[in-house]
C-alpha cells in the first residue's frame, strides 16, 4: 500500500469516528424515547437568569429531595442513581438513592448530589439533562411565561413526561394544565 492510500484510509477512519460519535448518542436518546418506561415529574419554577443559553423552558424536576438513612454518607457533586417509582396520583417519586446503576431492571435515572442535610436525613439532587425543555426560537419565550405562570407556588399546573430506560432519561414533553404545551399555546393565542 503506497503512501496515498495510507493517508486516505486514515482520513476515512477519522471521518468515521468523528460520525460515529453523534450518531451514538443520537440512537441512546431515540431508543430511550421508544423503549424506555414513561414517568411524569412535577415541576417548580426555576428563575432562568443565563440568556446564553437559547431557546428553551427552563425547569426544576420534583422531587427536589429525597430521605436516606444516613445523609453524612453522600458527598456533593457525587453522581448517583435515583430508583424511581410512581405515587397515588401517578407523578414519579424516588423510592431511594443509590451509588451504582441498580441490578433487576428498576427504572432508574443519574442524578448529582447537591447536598445533603444531616438534620433532617435527606439529599438534595439535581436531575442533569432534565432541567431543559427546548423549543423553537418563535415559540421558547410564549412557553416560559406561562410556564411561569401556571406554576407559581399557589397554582401547580405543569409537568413533563419523561422517558427512562437504562440509567438514561429523554424529556418527552412539557404540559400546561394537562395539555402537551405546545396544543395549550395554540388554543391561549393573545
Request: proline share 5%.
Amino acid at each position: 500500500m503506497n503512501r496515498r492510500n495510507l493517508l486516505l484510509l486514515a482520513f476515512a477512519a477519522a471521518v468515521a469516528a468523528q460520525l460515529a460519535v453523534p450518531a451514538w448518542m443520537i440512537a441512546g436518546r431515540e431508543l430511550t424515547m421508544r423503549a424506555g418506561k414513561l414517568f411524569k415529574f412535577k415541576t417548580r419554577p426555576v428563575d432562568p437568569v443565563d440568556a446564553f443559553r437559547g431557546r428553551y423552558v427552563w425547569l426544576g424536576l420534583e422531587p427536589g429531595a429525597v430521605m436516606v438513612p444516613d445523609a453524612k454518607k453522600w458527598r456533593t457533586n457525587q453522581k448517583v442513581f435515583a430508583v424511581l417509582g410512581t405515587d397515588s396520583n401517578g407523578f414519579a417519586m424516588v423510592n431511594r438513592l443509590e451509588r451504582a446503576m441498580p441490578a433487576g431492571g428498576e427504572a432508574s435515572v443519574k442524578v448529582r448530589v447537591l447536598w445533603s442535610d444531616i438534620y433532617k436525613n435527606e439529599v438534595r439532587i439535581g436531575w442533569p439533562g432534565l432541567d431543559r425543555y427546548y423549543m423553537t426560537e418563535k415559540k421558547a419565550p410564549e412557553a416560559e411565561k406561562a410556564y411561569w405562570d401556571h406554576n407559581v407556588r399557589t397554582n401547580r399546573g405543569c409537568h413533563v413526561t419523561v422517558r427512562v430506560r437504562g440509567g438514561s432519561a429523554v424529556i418527552e414533553n412539557l404540559f400546561i394544565e394537562d395539555k402537551p404545551v405546545s396544543d395549550w399555546l395554540n388554543e391561549n393565542k393573545k
